[in-house]
C-alpha cells in the first residue's frame, strides 16, 4: 500500500501563490507518474498537471503559465506551484499517482486539500 499525504493549501488573495505538497510513503514502492487534480465547488474533477518519473510535465491549459509541477523521487514528493491565482482556482485539490507494489502498478489518491482564493 501507498499513501499520499498533501499539504500547503489555505486562503490565498487573488494575484497570490501557493505551494502544494504531496509526499507518498509504503513499504517497497516505486511512484512512476504523477498528478495534480481539482475539484470546484459543485464541479467534476479535472486533471491540473501530471509529471512523469523522468521529469516529463503536462500542464492543462487553464493553468498553463502560472502553474508548475514538479518533484524530488528522492523523497517521492510532487509540488504544485500555483502563481497569480485566480478566484476560480478555488478547489479541493488532490494528489494522484501511480506507483509500482509487489510486481503490479496501481493508481492511488491523497485525501486532498482545500484551496481558497478571495478577497
Known amino acids: 500500500q501507498v499513501q499520499l499525504v498533501e499539504s500547503g493549501g489555505g486562503l490565498v488573495q487573488p494575484g497570490g501563490s501557493l505551494r502544494l505538497s504531496c509526499a507518498a510513503s509504503?513499504?517497497?514502492?516505486?511512484?512512476?507518474?504523477m498528478s495534480w487534480y481539482r475539484q470546484p465547488p459543485g464541479s467534476q474533477r479535472e486533471l491540473v498537471a501530471t509529471?512523469?518519473?523522468?521529469?516529463?510535465?503536462n500542464i492543462a491549459d487553464s493553468v498553463k503559465g502560472r502553474f508548475a509541477i514538479s518533484r524530488d523521487n528522492a523523497k517521492n514528493t510532487v509540488y504544485l506551484q500555483m502563481n497569480s491565482l485566480k478566484p476560480e482556482d478555488t478547489a479541493v485539490y488532490y494528489c494522484?499517482?501511480?506507483?509500482?507494489?509487489?510486481?503490479?502498478?496501481?493508481?492511488?489518491w491523497g485525501q486532498g486539500t482545500q484551496v481558497t482564493v478571495s478577497s
Open positions: 509504503g513499504n517497497s514502492f516505486t511512484v512512476n507518474a
Open positions: 509529471i512523469t518519473r523522468g521529469g516529463n510535465t
Open positions: 494522484n499517482a501511480w506507483a509500482l507494489t509487489t510486481g503490479t502498478e496501481r493508481n492511488y
